[in-house]
C-alpha cells in the first residue's frame, strides 16, 4: 500500500471515528486507562523521589500552556492523541495526581511511571513503579470507582474502556544492556522470554479484574534511539543493528504470546499494536514524513540528553520541535508521535466494542 493510500484509510477512519462521536456527542469507550513507562507517562513520576522525571523546562513547552507537566515530550504524547482519537476532551490523569479523584477518575486513570518495565527490578533501580505495582494501584482504582457509582457499573465502565499498554523498552536500554549480571547470565532471547512471562501475569491479572479490551504496543526499534546509537554505536551515526534486531525478535515472540492468550481467554479482546515499523519508517525516511532530522534529538546536544539532562541550560536545543523525530535522547516529539498514533488508530480499531 502506498504512502498515500495509507494516508487515504487513516483520514477515512478519523472521519467515520469523529462521526460516530458526533452522534453519540460523548467518547467511543466509556473510560481510557494507560500503563507502562516513560512513553505514556504523563506525570506519575513527578510524585516520586526519583531522578527519572520531565516536570521542568523545556519538556512541555509546546503543550497545553507551554508547561511541564511530566511528559517526557515537547508536547503531547501518542497516547494523548489516542485520547482526542476516542472522543475525550481532556486525558485520563496522572494517578498519582491530586486531580486525580472524585468525577475525574470516571474517564480512566494513567498508572505509567517513566523507567519501569515488565520486570519489577527495572523500576527498583530507578525508584519508579512496576508494573505490578501499576495494578495495585488500578485496584484501588476500581474500588474508588465502586464508592463512586456501584458494582454493576463499575464493571460496565471496566468492560467496555481500552487498556493501552506500553513497557519493555526500559528493561531492555536501562537495565538488561547497562548490567553485567543480566547480559552475562541470559541472551537477549532469554532475557526476553523472563519479560513475556511478567506480560502473561499482567495481562492475566487485568482480565482477571475485567479488563476486556486491551491494546499492548511492540517495542520500538530501540537501536535507531539518539542515546543508543551515542553509547552502544561505535561511534557511527547509524542504527545499532543487533539492538534492533532484539527488538524484532522479542516483539515476534510478544505476537504469539499474546494469540496464546487470546486463545486461552476467549472473552478478551487483545490487539498488539506495531510501533516499531512506523518509528523506523520515520527514522530512515524522515523527510517522506516532513522531518528534518532523525539522528540528533531537539534538546540539548540532541546525543544522550534525557531527563534532568535535558534542562533549560541545554545548549543547542532547537527552536522548531517539529522538524525532529526525537524530542530527547530517547522520546519522540509531538509531531512524530502524532504519526505514531494515527497508526495506533488504524491498528487498534477492533479495540473499540
Not at 474517564?107 to 513503579?129: E, M, P, Q, W
Not at 468492560?159 to 548490567?179: A, E, L
Not at 505476537?255 to 523506523?280: C, E, F
Request: aromatic share 12%; with cysteine; charged share 15%.
Amino acid at each position: 500500500m502506498t504512502i498515500s493510500s495509507l494516508f487515504l484509510c487513516y483520514y477515512w477512519i478519523l472521519v467515520v471515528i469523529s462521526w460516530l462521536g458526533w452522534i453519540s456527542a460523548q467518547p467511543l469507550v466509556p473510560a481510557l486507562f494507560i500503563f507502562g513507562d516513560s512513553i505514556v507517562d504523563a506525570g506519575n513520576n513527578n510524585n516520586l523521589e526519583t531522578l527519572v522525571k520531565a516536570n521542568f523546562a523545556p519538556y512541555g513547552r509546546d503543550f497545553v500552556k507551554h508547561k511541564p507537566t511530566g511528559r517526557f515530550c515537547n508536547g503531547k504524547l501518542a497516547s494523548d492523541f489516542t485520547a482526542e482519537n476516542l472522543g475525550f476532551t481532556s486525558y485520563p490523569l496522572p494517578y498519582l495526581s491530586k486531580q486525580a479523584r472524585g468525577k475525574n477518575l470516571l474517564l480512566g486513570a494513567n498508572f505509567a511511571s517513566a523507567s519501569s518495565g515488565y520486570d519489577d527490578t527495572t523500576a527498583k533501580i530507578y525508584n519508579t513503579i512496576s508494573l505490578s505495582k501499576q495494578v495495585d494501584f488500578y485496584k484501588s482504582f476500581q474500588k474508588k470507582l465502586v464508592g463512586m457509582v456501584g458494582n454493576s457499573n463499575t464493571s460496565s465502565i471496566i468492560n467496555g474502556s481500552i487498556h493501552f499498554v506500553s513497557s519493555g523498552s526500559s528493561d531492555f536500554v536501562q537495565n538488561y544492556y547497562i548490567n553485567p549480571l543480566l547480559y552475562k547470565k541470559y541472551t537477549t532471547d532469554q532475557f526476553s522470554d523472563i519479560l513475556l512471562e511478567s506480560y502473561t501475569n499482567f495481562v492475566q491479572e487485568l482480565h482477571k479484574m475485567g479488563a476486556r479490551n486491551i491494546g499492548v504496543t511492540t517495542l520500538p526499534p530501540l537501536g535507531c534511539v539518539p542515546a543508543v546509537i551515542t553509547i552502544f554505536g561505535d561511534d557511527t551515526n547509524s542504527c545499532v543493528e543487533n539492538i534492533n534486531k532484539a527488538a524484532l525478535s522479542f516483539n515476534d515472540k510478544l505476537n504469539s504470546t499474546s494469540q496464546i492468550l487470546q486463545a486461552r481467554l476467549s472473552s478478551l479482546n487483545l490487539v498488539v499494536l506495531d510501533i516499531y515499523q512506523p518509528l523506523h519508517d520515520l527514522v530512515t525516511k524522515p523527510m517522506d514524513y516532513g522531518f528534518f532530522e532523525a539522528r540528533k534529538a531537539c534538546c540539548g546536544t540532541g546525543l544522550l540528553e534525557t531527563s534532568f539532562l535535558c534542562n533549560s541550560k541545554s545548549p543547542g536545543t532547537c527552536k522548531n520541535a517539529s522538524e525532529y523525530v526525537f524530542w530527547d535522547g530517547f522520546h519522540p516529539t509531538e509531531a512524530a508521535n502524532k504519526i505514531l498514533s494515527d497508526d495506533l488508530l488504524a491498528a487498534g480499531i477492533s479495540l473499540i466494542s
